[in-house]
């Protein structure tokens, strides 16, 4: 299969259902809902995670996509399960598919939305540290600065959310790049960068989640 194929494109409802699935926790719903897109299009699974980004019709949106909700609410499971359609099989050496598998895993493990904030920046922030092992694990760069000049360590330390001042201090032990990024920004914490997922128009994916803790980022 040539290269330029294009990527499939979830119809607006089937974009809603995939993010409210992520968002909500419900494992086997999203399963179900990606195997029959994989399906519908022909295409692998890391093809429908490529194209399931949180843009309306007008362009707009939170233009996160489905790694941003579990992180944000500490689903260890949903992550784990999203990261693991991203690893090409050794069944699709060479073909269109396993291609853009292996291309798309770095890009949407480090997909910044509208804001700049990547998953790694929401789990952290929500004080997440399995998750966020499990991101950088994956590949997820914590250097990584969103729309306020800030990356995933920082936004933790502003943080006063339960488990984010650890999330930060495993971040500096662990990923490189980041000692100079510390306490850049404090004197500007009242806006931390950080914003809150809207979901799509029909409300479905407004789940009484825990995204972010700054004015911009709480969950109503």
Excluded at 100 to 120: E, F, I, M, Y
Aim: glycine residues 8%.
């Amino acid at each position: 299969m040539p290269n330029n194929v294009p990527l499939p494109t979830p119809t607006p409802e089937e974009l809603d259902d995939l993010i409210y699935f992520s968002r909500t926790g419900d494992l086997e719903s999203l399963k179900a809902s990606i195997t029959e897109l994989c399906s519908t299009h022909s295409c692998a699974p890391s093809n429908i995670i490529a194209t399931a980004i949180d843009i309306d019709e007008e362009g707009l949106g939170s233009q996160s996509s489905l790694l941003h909700y579990p992180a944000a609410n500490g689903n260890l499971e949903i992550v784990t399960y999203l990261l693991s359609l991203l690893v090409p099989s050794a069944s699709l050496h060479g073909s269109h598919s396993g291609t853009t598998a292996d291309k798309s895993a770095p890009q949407l493990v480090n997909h910044r939305n509208v804001s700049g904030n990547t998953p790694l920046h929401w789990a952290g922030v929500n004080g997440h540290l399995e998750v966020v092992k499990k991101l950088v694990q994956a590949g997820a760069d914590a250097t990584i600065i969103n729309a306020a000049g800030r990356d995933a360590v920082v936004e933790s330390e502003a943080s006063a959310k339960d488990g984010a001042a650890e999330c930060a201090v495993w971040l500096l032990k662990n990923c490189d790049g980041l000692e100079q990024s510390v306490g850049v920004g404090k004197e500007e914490e009242e806006d931390t960068g950080l914003d809150e997922p809207t979901g799509t128009e029909n409300g479905r994916a407004n789940s009484t989640d825990e995204v972010g803790t700054s004015e911009d980022s709480k969950q109503t």
